[in-house]
């Protein structure tokens, strides 16, 4: 079975600093791994997603994601955060099928 | 080119009721899925349909169900309503469900509550 953990269901930032979602996934197989953005009263956004070719993966934003296989992760981070990054983020997983596993999300606070 | 959209928007019914929702896909996908998310479970996946079958299908009691038409325009049905089913249901689309290589776009969802 596959399943989504994600730590921390909020986390705060000051504006400018780095941010850091953690993901982790398990997976009998190799899976894709996904990170979304949910803007209040919206449908979700796509930020990012792996499918097994670049470990580091390059989204939207600015935002990036490794997928570290050995410790099963797949973090998302940004090295400054702007305002306009206020929002919950989702990570999800895919092995087979068009069938998503989503974590609990995590909402993220600016703080000016 | 729109973007995935869901009707209506807001939905108030009461216990015991069915409702259904819509769901309208990017111009060109065929395939369509329906979540539910809610503060205590997230978002879990209800099914997916493709060229008017259901392709893949998430743990649900059969109160819900749903099908797609020829012009892949989806609806979702929920009978017999109970005050669990109070969320925010979305809609997605993609060209044809690869998770490979298409990318699935969300609709703003319908907010059900259930009184």
């Known amino acids: 079975a596959q399943s989504v953990t994600q730590l921390g269901s909020h986390v705060s930032v000051s504006e400018g600093a780095l941010v850091l979602l953690r993901c982790n996934y398990s997976?009998?197989?190799?899976?894709?791994l996904f990170w979304y953005v949910q803007y209040p009263n919206q449908g979700l956004q796509l930020l990012l997603k792996?499918?097994?070719?670049?470990?580091l993966v390059k989204g939207i934003n600015g935002f990036e994601a490794e997928f570290k296989k050995s410790e099963t992760s797949f973090h998302l981070t940004k090295p400054s955060a702007h305002m306009s990054d206020a929002a919950e983020y989702f990570c999800a997983v895919s092995v087979s099928g068009n069938q998503f596993y989503f974590g609990t999300g995590t909402s993220l606070t600016v703080i000016p | 080119k729109a973007g995935v959209t869901q009707t209506p928007r807001y939905l108030i019914k009461t216990r015991g009721q069915q409702v259904t929702l819509s769901c309208s896909p990017i111009?060109?996908?065929?395939?369509v899925s329906w979540y539910q998310q809610t503060p205590g479970q997230g978002l879990q996946f209800l099914f997916e349909?493709?060229?008017?079958?259901?392709?893949n299908k998430g743990n649900f009691p059969g109160r819900f169900s749903g099908r797609q038409f020829s012009n892949s325009r989806s609806e979702m049905n929920v009978s017999t309503l109970e005050l669990g089913d109070s969320a925010l249901y979305l809609c997605?689309?993609?060209?044809?469900?690869?998770?490979?290589?298409?990318?699935?776009?969300f609709g703003p969802g319908t907010r059900l509550t259930v009184l």
């Open positions: 792996y499918t097994s070719a670049a470990t």
């Open positions: 111009s060109g996908h065929r395939s």
């Open positions: 997976s009998s197989v190799p899976p894709y």
């Open positions: 349909y493709f060229s008017e079958t259901q392709r």
């Open positions: 997605a689309s993609s060209l044809v469900g690869r998770v490979s290589t298409d990318t699935q776009y």
